[in-house]
Nanobody, 125 residues
Framework: QVQLVESGGGLVQAGGSMRLSCVAS????????MGWFRQAPGKEREFVAAINWSGGNTYYADSVKGRFTISRDNAKNTVYLQMNSLKPEGTAVYYC??????????????????WGKGTQVTVSS
């Protein structure tokens, strides 16, 4: 098993920035990709960004392209989500996921085998 712990959430004003971190521990060998999803109250979990663990290829939802950046530090087993120009609609719980399959269905939450407990991000207008 792998454990994922997110951090870095909080309250920020619209237009501001925030960086989330997700540290993986346990069976980290073999992780193919890690991703960030978010879920607002009353809404389904939606894809935000993902990164291939070995090659570093990145993938983004259209709604965050140009504003969010996903990156990784393999030595620290950590993935980051730098969020700039935040909007009130970005208010949600942000979850980190880890997937082992070789497929590239990174935008589908069913691809991921493990999830963290999430970190709350609140963007005030």
């Amino acid at each position: 098993q792998v454990q994922l712990v997110e951090s870095g959430g909080g309250l920020v004003q619209a237009g501001g920035s925030m960086r989330l971190s997700c540290v993986a521990s346990g069976r980290t060998l073999g992780i193919n990709a890690m991703g960030w999803f978010r879920q607002a109250p009353g809404k389904e979990r939606e894809f935000v960004a993902a990164i291939n663990w070995s090659g570093g290829n990145t993938y983004y939802a259209d709604s965050v392209k140009g504003r969010f950046t996903i990156s990784r530090d393999n030595a620290k087993n950590t993935v980051y989500l730098q969020m700039n120009s935040l909007k009130p609609e970005g208010t949600a719980v942000y979850y980190c996921g880890a997937g082992y399959s070789s497929g590239q269905y990174y935008s589908n939450y069913q691809y991921y085998d493990y999830w963290g407990k999430g970190t709350q991000v609140t963007v005030s207008s």
